[in-house]
């Protein structure tokens, strides 16, 4: 019977997402309070927050990465000394990116100290070519290492007040040396300032190093189109004019540590050309002055010339030997004639080159042919022949001495022949030895005047690609900023503040959910306990103790009115005239089960009158006496313990309810005891037997066994589970009870639901199904309205 009971109150488990958005929108003000909150933070951060502005600006790099060497170094490309040299498009970024060009950059512009005009809530800084205040520093390097921040307010033309971070201040004049902890330093105007009572200028200064880093970070180096060589350069910052000053400077820079990085180049290859030159020229010199000396030693002007006037001197002189002999013989071949045969002409043209001796033969042979004629026709002692004798024997002798004279003149000219071709056979003999060595000296002195003429052609190429040096960057675009800024994005912020708005609560929320270890609903009980479930009780006012009258049409009270209506289904048909035993418990006290056992006492009295007996069986800790705020003198103690006292004696009636009552009475020192002793079933008894409903308040099933003792008889037990202060780990308790079958026809009640935050079915009422002016309520029954409609009712 139970089991088929349970049916009638079972329905599908699926995801009510309107009852999900309920129990949220139940907190709905919190949401708007929320998001407005939100929205003021995000209109109080945009009011206060500096908008960020992005300059941009494009530079067309020249690009070799296809390789090659640059123009100085080229001059050195043909000898092979030079390697690999390719520069490539991500090394210029990188150079862009750098910190020591961002230093320069921060340096030349002087950014790292800056000036405000103070604000209420924040500091406007002041930016311009030229500083309101000049500021300089005793050691100039001082001003990269410092931090500090200061304000000078202009008191006249002459005089300036400084106030320091510490609020401490004192009167200077512009131009006057100041000591201060951060160094010595000299404050002069850079024009007539007007004299300002508004706060003056905050001057900050920053390190070096924070502000490079700084700036660092916030710029952006990217390849604007995929294969090209095209950089964008981009930089946010709050002051356009500042970061278009910034991008100008930082290309500005690029370029000229580019051509100086040229120029550096050239001038180290100029250098050591010259070097080379002067040492090369010194090596020629030396060179050449040893071919002179070579030449002066071996008396040499032209090597080959010597060597061919060598031969043909060679040649004339063996020549000159052979006339020479020649004519040697031939003397000593006339002279041995002449002396063999002094009457014989002497032989002519014989090539004697010696003209007295062939003019004195020429006259002898006349003279020998003269005589020789005469004496055909005369003697020898012809006088005329005689004196033709005489006259020969003069020539012969004169002929003897001129060849012997002659003999020794040859003799002595071919002794000088000999030794001349001996000198020149000497000569000879050394030009192959010359030659080499000439050769020697020649090709080194051919090699440094290459090597020299070679480094001053260099000298002038690299000269003329030194006037041509060009940057590397060319400028495309110069740096422009957006007029409209990039941070703080507006609309971004108002709705990251309204996400903000809804998801803070949403998530509070959600934890307090998460984090709930209350029931609050029927599906924390039914997931539990697979006892029948009665149905749930909406959650009433607190000072209100009995919610169901006559002509009470609100939502609590159709809510026992349902739950009178369900009782009818649970439980089972007896005998006519018999009363219904209702027992109502609970697992911990404070769960409302007197609550419930009075007006459920109440409700089903108005039910065609029924008669009602309302027994408050917790005798341990009664409730009943104090709960209907009434005395009702002695109760059930009394009759457990005095079998003189008859039970119509201890019972009360209350017109309010229409409901008869038995309380329990004092609370007893032995009360298990009390219970049972048997009196109390006849209590029981009396009831069913007078009343047609008997309900019974007993005590909570977790602290004593009182209530097992007493509902063996019952017609149904109710046991009663708040919401939103039940534990769910106690629901293992009744859970238990019911699988054990320790509480006969067990079902369950959930008591004090609060529908408003989606708990409940959700049919209105806790149960239900828009009763308005349905069912001949009455027009005075609560309208439930949905959600939405409550939202916007006025």
């Not at 020539?395 to 071709?421: C, P």
Request: aromatic fraction near 8%; charge should be negative; hydrophobic fraction near 40%.
């Amino acid at each position: 019977m139970q089991q088929e009971n349970s049916h009638l109150f079972e329905e599908e488990e699926s995801i009510n997402l309107q009852e999900i958005l309920g129990k949220y929108l139940y907190y709905w003000k919190w949401f708007v309070l929320c998001i407005l909150i939100a929205s003021l933070g995000g209109y109080m951060y945009l009011r206060y927050t500096p908008n960020q502005y992005q300059v941009a600006s494009s530079i067309l790099i020249d690009d070799e990465d296809s390789g090659g060497l640059s123009n100085e170094l080229s001059a050195f490309e043909d000898l092979g000394l030079m390697g690999d040299n390719k520069n490539s498009i991500e090394n210029e970024i990188g150079i862009l990116k750098s910190y020591s060009l961002m230093e320069t950059v921060v340096k030349d512009l002087g950014i790292n100290m800056t000036f405000h005009h103070k604000g209420n809530v924040r500091d406007v800084e002041i930016y311009d070519e030229k500083p309101p205040y000049n500021v300089v520093f005793a050691n100039k390097e001082q001003i990269y290492d410092v931090s500090t921040i200061f304000t000078i307010v202009t008191e006249t033309p002459t005089q300036f007040t400084m106030i320091l971070g510490d609020g401490s201040s004192s009167i200077h004049l512009f131009g006057e040396k100041i000591s201060t902890a951060f160094g010595d330093i000299t404050i002069t105007p850079r024009d007539e300032l007007p004299l300002k009572k508004d706060g003056g200028v905050k001057v900050k200064i920053s390190s070096l190093k924070n502000v490079v880093n700084g700036l660092r970070g916030k710029l952006g180096v990217s390849i604007k189109y995929d294969g090209s060589s095209i950089i964008e350069l981009s930089l946010t910052a709050e002051n356009r004019a500042k970061a278009i000053a910034i991008l100008n400077k930082l290309v500005q820079q690029y370029n000229e540590n580019a051509v100086a990085d040229k120029n550096l180049v050239g001038n180290n290859t100029k250098k050591f050309i010259n070097e080379r030159l002067a040492v090369i020229e010194k090596d020629l010199n030396d060179v050449d002055k040893g071919v002179e000396e070579f030449k002066a030693t071996n008396s040499l002007t032209d090597i080959s010339s010597v060597a061919t006037l060598a031969l043909e001197n060679n040649a004339e002189l063996e020549k000159k030997i052979t006339e020479l002999n020649t004519q040697l013989r031939l003397t000593q071949y006339v002279a041995d004639y002449i002396r063999e045969n002094e009457d014989n002409l002497i032989p002519a043209n014989l090539g004697l080159q010696d003209g007295s001796v062939n003019a004195n033969s020429a006259q002898y042979n006349e003279l020998i042919l003269e005589r020789n004629r005469i004496l055909k026709g005369s003697s020898t002692k012809n006088p005329v022949v005689q004196n033709l004798n005489s006259q020969i024997a003069q020539l012969r002798a004169s002929i003897t001495q001129s060849l012997v004279n002659l003999q020794s003149s040859l003799q002595i000219s071919l002794k000088d022949a000999q030794k001349a071709e001996q000198l020149s056979s000497s000569k000879m003999i050394s030009v192959p030895t010359q030659e080499r060595e000439y050769r020697d000296i020649q090709r080194q002195q051919e090699i440094i005047e290459t090597l020299y003429l070679y480094l001053l052609q260099k000298r002038e190429e690299n000269a003329i690609s030194m006037s041509l040096n060009v940057a590397n960057a060319k400028l495309l675009d110069a740096a422009q900023a957006g007029s409209a800024p990039v941070s703080p994005r507006r609309k971004m912020v108002y709705l990251v503040a309204l996400v903000l708005g809804f998801l803070i609560p949403f998530g509070v929320i959600y934890l307090m959910f998460l984090l709930d270890n209350k029931v609050q609903g029927n599906k924390d009980v039914e997931a539990v306990v697979k006892a029948p479930y009665l149905g749930e009780i909406p959650r009433g006012s607190n000072e209100q103790k009995v919610v169901v009258s006559k002509n009470d049409r609100s939502g609590i009270a159709e809510s026992f009115r349902m739950l009178r209506t369900n009782l009818d289904f649970m439980i089972p048909k007896g005998k006519e005239g018999v009363g219904k035993l209702i027992f109502v418990t609970s697992t911990v006290p404070g769960e409302g089960k007197t609550f419930i056992a009075v007006n459920l006492s109440s409700v089903l009295a108005l039910a065609d009158k029924k008669k009602v007996l309302l027994i408050g069986a917790d005798i341990r800790k009664p409730r009943l006496e104090e709960y209907l705020d009434v005395k009702l003198g002695k109760g059930i103690t009394h009759y457990l313990t005095d079998d003189s006292i008859q039970i119509p004696e201890l019972i009360h009636h209350l017109e309010d309810i229409n409901v008869d009552i038995l309380h329990s009475g004092i609370i007893a020192p032995n009360p298990a005891e009390l219970l049972s002793n048997g009196r109390f079933e006849d209590l029981l008894a009396y009831g069913k037997e007078h009343y047609d409903y008997v309900v019974v308040d007993t005590a909570p099933v977790k602290l004593v066994t009182d209530t097992m003792l007493l509902g063996k008889d019952a017609d149904l037990f109710v046991y009663t589970v708040r919401a939103d202060y039940t534990h769910k780990r106690l629901l293992d308790i009744p859970a238990k009870i019911y699988e054990d079958k320790r509480l006969p026809n067990m079902a369950v009640l959930l008591n004090d639901v609060d529908i408003q935050r989606g708990y409940g079915y959700g049919y209105g009422y806790g149960y239900g199904y828009g009763y308005g002016n349905q069912g001949g309520y009455g027009d005075d029954v609560e309208e439930v309205l949905p959600w939405w409609k409550k939202l916007f009712k006025k």
